[in-house]
C-alpha cells in the first residue's frame, strides 16, 4: 500500500514549528534582558519526502523503520555569530525538560575530513497530535555564520556532481573550510570588543525607537 506522507510528516512539521517558536522565544529573551544574544537566527524545515527516499536507499533503511533510523526528518538549524555561543547553546539545551537529547556529535571539535564543521544533537521531542502524544526524533544543528555559509556551498556542490566532486574542487573546498574557521577564531578573539560595540549600537537603537513612541503617542492621544 502507497504511503500517506501528508499523514505521515504531519508531526514532523508540528515539531519544526513548536521548535522555530520556542528556540526564536530563547532568542528574544536573551534581547530583552540586555545580555549577549548567542542566537543569530533559526531556521528549520521537514525533510523533502524525495530526500527520505534516496537517503533510505542509500542508508539501507527499511521505510517501516523510518521514525526510529532516520534522525532528521524534522530538522532545525542555529546560527551563531562565535564558536564560543555554540557551546552556550547546547548547554542550554541540554537543560530543557521539553526534549530529551538522545545524541551528540561535535564536528566543530573534529571536524569531518571535507572540513566540514557543526555541532549536531539528535533530540526527542514529543508533539500533541489528536490520538495523543507522539515521540519523534529530530535533528537540530548548531553553528556560526561561517560555517553556514560553507556548508551551503558544499551542499550545492555535492547535489552538482552527485556526491563526487572533483578532486581539485574538493582540495580548494577544503581550503575554504579551513578559512573560514579561521576568521571564526579571529572573532572570537576580538568577541569582548565587538560585543560591546554591539551592546552600544543596540542601546541606541532602543533610545530612538523609545524616542519615536514618544512622538507617536504625543500625536495620537
Request: hydrophobic content about 35%; some cysteine; glycine content about 4%.
Amino acid at each position: 500500500m502507497e504511503r500517506d506522507w501528508d499523514t505521515f510528516l504531519a508531526p514532523y512539521e508540528l515539531a519544526v514549528a513548536e521548535l522555530k517558536i520556542k528556540l526564536r522565544g530563547l532568542r528574544k529573551q536573551y534581547r530583552n534582558s540586555g545580555e549577549h544574544v548567542p542566537i543569530e537566527f533559526v531556521t528549520g524545515r521537514v525533510k523533502p519526502v524525495e530526500s527520505i527516499l534516496n537517503k533510505a536507499e542509500l542508508r539501507g533503511i527499511a521505510l517501516n523503520r523510518l521514525e526510529d533510523e532516520m534522525s532528521d526528518m524534522a530538522g532545525m538549524r542555529i546560527m551563531c555569530q562565535f564558536v564560543e555561543d555554540i557551546h552556550l547553546v547546547v548547554d542550554i539545551l541540554r537543560r530543557r525538560n521539553d526534549m530529551k537529547i538522545i545524541q551528540e556529535r561535535d564536528y566543530i571539535t573534529n571536524r569531518k575530513a571535507s572540513g566540514y564543521r557543526s555541532y549536531h544533537l539528535v533530540i526527542e521531542y514529543p508533539v500533541q497530535m489528536l490520538e495523543g502524544e507522539k515521540k519523534l526524533l529530530a535533528e537540530i544543528q548548531i553553528r556560526t555564520l561561517s560555517m553556514n555559509f560553507w556548508a551551503t556551498i558544499e551542499h550545492s556542490l555535492n547535489y552538482k556532481y552527485k556526491g563526487q566532486i572533483p578532486e581539485d574542487i574538493d582540495q580548494r573546498l577544503f581550503r575554504a573550510a579551513e578559512a573560514a574557521y579561521q576568521l571564526d577564531e579571529e572573532m572570537s578573539s576580538i568577541r569582548d570588543e565587538i560585543q560591546e560595540a554591539q551592546h552600544l549600537f543596540n542601546r541606541k537603537e532602543q533610545k530612538k525607537e523609545v524616542r519615536q513612541r514618544g512622538i507617536t503617542d504625543r500625536d495620537h492621544p
